[in-house]
Structure formats: structure tokens, C-alpha cells
């Protein structure tokens, strides 16, 4: 009998890892959409609110004609991706040279900023508009302890991994909110130019992502940096009773190569090398098989990404760890073993930057701004290329940029729904049609 039987196929899973990532980035659109139409009441959008790297090129003018503001979104947004540009060649070199810990506390300093400053200014725009009674003693003091746990569950300290998601969604929240403020022009050119630098930075092999990427496969390390990062799926169907959970693979086990129980030694063998090199490369740890009871408490311990079991393959579907091992079964040694792959933590789940987040809810924030039917076309759009960039993720195992299709099929929808269904449904409804 078959002991470690895999799922049927792939898309068996994929429908429940997309799942785990769409819910968080659909709770993050809905929120910024919310504080949008509660928030902007002034019809006219078109003017900034406030001076940012994004706007320090040129400043939007209702009154300047439609070439001249094209001209100058251009502008913004080539000094707006030169600007991240840099900004990453830079995170790559402290990340070469190992500045880690310095790394870590720009972000956790960046966080902060963040949680409180522009927390606490929308919550002060929230406050004015329901009239919230409310002292300043309570609120700083409010602030100031959502800021601090924010910061620890995000990079200072473990703590429960629906904590950590909650605080990340809540970030890109926020800097979503602020990017919606920038002129419509700007905001427009802007998320094509992030989408062509995003596609840019990832595929090409001189990118600073890609380089960034590489560089953490290299050493094994996790890169400090704001990632959403979903609970991993184990597929308990396809695991016999009493027996240790495993992750679903993408490849099947080379059983019949070489004898079972030598092959049960060294595939245990070479988990525990894995195991310990992505927790603190401190040796080799071994451990035995246990009962149902405690497996599932294992299992439990695994998905939230705090426990590495030796006989348990920690790989989704969407990221896979290629392994490749040379061993020497008849001196009892291994030679060495490559990691390749996308998402290096221990849990072997999806990982998603928070500026895909950010940049798909400012497309929905923005299409807010104008009428409800765009917001329903682009959210539908911006999901389809969010399942179409996944599903490619699975079939070519390759690093992928999130944003492109999303966005593309965002604005491309946007402009249909805005230009041609919106009058189809108006003059529909002036002479009184249904379809």
C-alpha cells in the first residue's frame, strides 16, 4: 500500500492557496475604498493635498490643459521609479555587505512612522467626521500601544501569525489611503510606470529585486522587508491516519531508486540539513516519527510557520524549494545541495509584497473616486490577473512580478467601464431597459 500518496494534481490545491492571498488583498481594497468615499467629499480631486516625492516634479493644476498634464504625470512618475530604483539598488548593497539588523530597524523605524503618524491622522479625520467624543490622553495613549504592537508583531518579536497579517493589511491600508491624495493625472501614469518597473526589476537579470532574490537564495536568509506572507497548506486528504503530515510537492518521491530503508534515512537525512539551515544553520537535527495525536499538533505547530518537522516537506504549490542532493549512500555522507525557489521562510508559504497591496487598492481607491461601477469592474480585474499571475507562478516555478497584469487589466477596465458601459447603462436606464 501507497504510505505517501500526493495530491491528484496541482490545481486540486491552487484554488485554496489563491484563496489565502486574495482575501487579505480584497480586505485591504474594501477598507481603503470605505475611507475613500467616507472621507473625500470634495468633488474636485485633482488638486494634491500634500508635497511628496511623487509631486516634486510637477505640481497638477486644474486649470492646465490635458497635454500638460500628461507631460507632467510622466514626470512625476520617471523621478517616482528613479527614486525606487535607487532606494533598492541601496537595500541591495546593505543586504550584500550584511547590514541586516540595520535593515531591520529602518523598517520597524519605517512602520512606526507609518502606524503613528498616519494612523493617527486619519484616525483624527474619522474622529472629526462621526464626532467621535474622545480625550487626547486616551488616544495618544491608544496610538502609542497600537504603534508599539504593530511594530513588535511585525519584525521585533514572534507572535501570533494572524497578528502579524492583521498589522501588515492595516499598513498598506495606510499608505494606500495617503497614495489616493495624489493627483488623478499622477496616479494614473504612476501605477503603469511601478508596473513596467516592477516587471523590469523582477524578470531582468541585472534587476535590483532579482538581484535581491537571488542574493537571499544564495545565503539562506529571509530578506527585512514588509511581506505578507499567507498560512502554508497541508493537504490532509491525500495522508494516510497515523501518519506524518506532509506538504503537498510538486515533484513525486524517488522511492524506487535506491532501497526503502536506506532512502527513508537519507531523505530524513537531508530535511534535517534543510530544516536547520533555513532556521539559524545551527547543525543537524533529527526526529522520530510520533503518534496521530501528536502529529496533528504538529501539523498545527507547522502551518502557523513555528514548528520544522524532519519527515514533513515543507513546500506549497506555488513555492516550491528545488532540492537537488548529491549523497553517498556507501560512505554515509552528503556532498552538497543547491535551494532554489521563491519564499524562503520556514512555513514554505506565498509570500506577497506590501506594495502589491498598496498599489491594487489605490487603483480601487481612485476608480472610487468616480463611480461605484468602476470600482466593482476593477476589483474583478484586478483579481483575475492576481489568479492569471499565480497560476503562471505555479506552471514556470520562477519569480514573477504581481503587479502587470493586475494593473494593466485594472486601467484597461477602468477606461471600458468608464468610456462605454457606463453610458450603455445610463441611457438604459433613462428609457427604462433591463438586460
Known sequence: MEQNPKPKSVL??????IVRIVIPVSICMLIVVILVSVLNTDSDSSGPSFTSVATIAYTESSSDSTWDKLKGALLNALVFVVVVTAVTFLLVLLFYFRCTKFLKYYMGFSSCLVLGFMGGEISLFLISKFKIPIDCITFALSLFNFTVVGVLAVFMSKTAII???????????????WFTMLPE????????AMSLYDLAAVLLPG????????????????????VYEARPVINHDSVPRGSVVQRRVWRERRDNDFGSNE????????????????????????????????NERNAADVEDGQVLRAESELAAPLIQHRINVRMNLQEGSND??????????SSGAIKLGLGD?????????????????????????IIAGLGITLMLLALYQKALPALPVSVMLGVVFYLLTRLLLETFVVQCSMNLLMF
Do not use: H, K
Not at 499622477?186 to 503603469?192: I, S
Not at 535581491?212 to 527585512?224: C, K, M, N, Q, T
Not at 552538497?336 to 521562510?345: A, H, Q
Open 263 to 294: 532512502n527513508l534515512d537519507s531523505r530524513s537525512n537531508l530535511n534535517a540539513i534543510v530544516n536547520s539551515s533555513l532556521e539559524s544553520n545551527s547543525g543537524l537535527e533529527r526526529f522520530s516519527s510520533i503518534g496521530s495525536d501528536e
Open 12 to 17: 486540486d490545491s491552487l484554488g485554496e492557496e
Open 336 to 345: 552538497d545541495f543547491v535551494l532554489e525557489g521563491i519564499g524562503l521562510g
Open 185 to 192: 493625472w499622477t496616479t494614473w501614469v504612476l501605477l503603469v
Open 357 to 381: 497591496f498598496i498599489f491594487y487598492s489605490v487603483l480601487v481607491a481612485r476608480a472610487a473616486m468616480y463611480d461605484f461601477m468602476t470600482v466593482y469592474a476593477c476589483y474583478l480585474a
Open 207 to 226: 534587476g535590483p529585486l532579482r538581484l535581491l532574490v537571488e542574493l537571499a537564495i544564495s545565503r539562506d536568509e529571509d530578506i527585512p522587508a514588509l
Open 163 to 177: 497578528v502579524t497579517q492583521g498589522y501588515l493589511v492595516v499598513i498598506g491600508v495606510l499608505v494606500a489611503y
